[in-house]
């Protein structure tokens, strides 16, 4: 597979905003991402569909899909920013401009709903994607210290940043032992979603990387156990498990194993080094992954080094 990194975010530099998934439910969100990347030097383009709406899609799967396609081929934009994430992505893959974007690799940021493009990005065009923060998520209104420092150093400088601060979680070592491989992954929902669809990565030899939201243990407990029985598991050189907020079961009183414990079968099921919360996902105070560059991980010592910059 041919790799593709973006060229590096200067000041000055085009950011285009686009809704790919569901809407952003207040406009002055959209406003105050736009005043927060304006205010570092950037200039912002907001995709033509934005603040279209269709139930809990953000427009028409063609318009969504439009706004996308308009923005890798607008010479003009060096960054796409996702502003949210919700639900829709995986309806948009078959009317991606493959092809273009392969020939015009920028820099594409968004986590969540926002996986499905990122790993089909990755399996269509080897384009190193990011999973970072969303322009009316994470960047309106009080904007996190160490969210802000980790998403810039990766985006702008083509050196490799070295070992991430995972004691943010700090992380648990629930297998020990080192490996190296390429970094994929993102939500667990929607990478499950892709699983034996022609958008699927290749998992083999990956250091995999997970995370989600609002899901109960039995249900994080059904994803892992599909990842089994697809064999990913046996393929990936490491696991990197994240952030899992509001993942409690919904009622208290019934019995029900732990997220823990979930996380703790899981590990037991491969012979690679596990790692978890590690402060990515659902949280505002999170680290940056790129998707698709080298890394190391020594689970022992609790240790995840980016080897390569992510950028050009």
Known sequence: MDIRKPRRLQRGDCIGLITPASAVADAVRIEQGTKYL?????????????????????????????????????????????????????????????????????????????????LALWRKCGLV?????????????????FAQEWFWKIVTSPTAIGRLDTEKGPTITLRPGVARGRLLGGNFA????????????DFTGAILFLEDTDEEPYR????????RHASVLEKCKALLLGQFTNSEAADPTLPSLTLGEVLEDAASWTTVPVLSNIPFGHIPRKLTMPVGVHVRVDAGARIVEILEGAVR
Do not use: W
């Open 38 to 118: 304006e205010s570092l030097g950037y200039r912002v383009v907001v995709g033509e569909h934005v603040n279209k709406l269709r139930g809990y899609l953000a427009g028409t799967d063609d318009e969504r899909a439009a706004d996308i396609n308009a923005m890798f081929a607008n010479p003009d934009v060096s960054a796409i920013f996702c502003l949210r994430g919700g639900y829709g992505t995986p309806r948009l893959l078959p009317l991606i401009n493959y092809r273009m974007i392969a020939r015009n690799p920028k820099i594409f940021v968004g986590y969540s709903d926002i996986t499905a493009l990122q």
């Open 129 to 145: 994607t990011f999973q970072g923060p969303m322009a009316a998520v994470d960047f309106a209104g009080e904007v996190d210290a």
């Open 190 to 201: 929607l990478l499950n979603a892709l699983l034996g669809t022609r958008y699927q990565p």
């Open 220 to 227: 994080i407990d059904r994803m892992f156990t599909h990842l």
